[in-house]
């Protein structure tokens, strides 16, 4: 109930507000293309990565020793690397697309029209 009147608040006049000497709509461009990817593989890396790690060195899937709900069927040699680097596919195309979305916001942002009234000042400058 605190951040959505906040954030639509934000959102009406992003062009003309900065935070820290960076504008509203670099901020919303750049979070939204760059930075909410990037957050989806930090933690798609935390939570499956490390596991996939495990599993592709002991070429086992799941990794030895690691406890599952039911039982499961062990996948060796080839088979276990490929379910071992899926989560590894899924960050790449997540970093990829960041490094594409870096791109795309920085040219939205030069596209983006000039605010109009009086600049809004929030945090730091």
């Known amino acids: 109930y605190y951040f959505l009147p906040k954030f639509r608040e ?8 900065e ?16 930075g909410f990817p ?3 593989a930090v933690i798609i890396f935390i939570v499956q990565g490390l596991r996939a790690i495990r599993a592709f060195k002991a070429g086992q899937y799941p990794p030895p020793n690691e406890k599952v ?18 989560p590894f596919v899924l960050i790449f ?4 697309f ?4 870096g791109y795309q916001a920085n040219i939205l ?9 009086q600049t809004h000042s ?4």
């Open 69 to 86: 709900f039911q039982q499961t069927a062990y996948k060796y040699g080839v088979k276990a690397k490929l379910f071992a680097a899926a």
């Open 38 to 40: 990037l957050l989806t």
């Open 93 to 96: 195309f997540l970093v990829g």
């Open 19 to 34: 935070i820290a000497s960076t504008k509203g709509m670099e901020i919303i461009f750049f979070g939204l293309f760059v």
């Open 10 to 17: 934000f959102m009406a006049h992003a062009e003309c507000i």
């Open 109 to 117: 942002v030069k596209q983006t029209k000039t605010c109009q009234s």
């Open 98 to 101: 960041s490094i594409w979305g």
């Open 122 to 125: 929030m945090g730091l400058n």
